[in-house]
């Protein structure tokens, strides 16, 4: 179990990343969900000890980790949003030298566990090329290996999906899917379809604070009944943001859309929609935050 507690940090700049972040995360997959800019990434660098808190706490078990560090690191895989590689270096020998360092010592042991790695990221027909000639989405599928290697027991990837193709993606769903049985997980994305795919339980962050916590289709119920749909003319859009609720403006089938939430039926062509999680984040990200 993974426990943040009040968690604050302010950079140099005046910018309040984290603004009193409490979480208790168990085994499984948990989707953290914000827009770019909320804090997300701040908060992932914070639990991988790549940087301090200004206050409060991070318990992984029985792990105090601000006070024993290196013992989170000893179960902790960790993607971050961006990474850098060494160009001239094979993947298969960057993973073998990595797995090294993570404590497979036996080198028919590392073999056969990074060769199983490299399929696992669908990359074994390319282990022998240099990381620098990888595209973006090998490269991302390389950095998905690196976080695997050692069985950790706290995995936190940030915006992992970045840059894979559909097919990729569903690949990498499966293998998170499998990793979640026997870990915790933290997905940190602003996409909601990953979490929606994933994740049992899920946190909506914004603005550096923790908005809502709960299971994703518990938390999209609450908007039953309360998101509609309106085919639009461009030029009404600031028009319907004045007068209502706007969720969201979307196109479909070459049409403009906009989705509203409302307490009563609006009414003037709005046609109620079977709300998703989608809608439920627009809506909670757009709520006035306290102070």
Known sequence: MLYISNLNKTYPNGTQALNDVNLEIGTGMFGLLGPNGAGKSTLMRTIATLQLADSGTITFNDTDVFGAPDELRKVLGYLPQDFGVYPKVSAEMMLNHIAKIKGIQHKNDRKAYVSDLLNKVNLFKFRKRNLGDYSGGMRQRFGIAQALIGNPKLIIVDEPTAGLDPLERNRFHNLLSELGEDAVVILSTHIVDDVVNLCTNMAVF????????????????????????????????DLYQSEYTVLSTYLRSGNLNVNIYHDTDP???????????????????????TV
């Open 206 to 237: 914004n603005e550096g604070r923790v908005v809502v916590q709960g299971h994703p289709q518990e938390l999209s119920n609450t908007l039953n009944n309360r998101v509609s749909r309106k085919k639009i003319a461009k030029e009404e859009i």
């Open 267 to 289: 009414g003037d062509g709005f046609e109620l929609v079977n709300n998703n999680l989608e809608d439920f984040y627009f809506y909670s990200i757009n709520q006035p935050q």
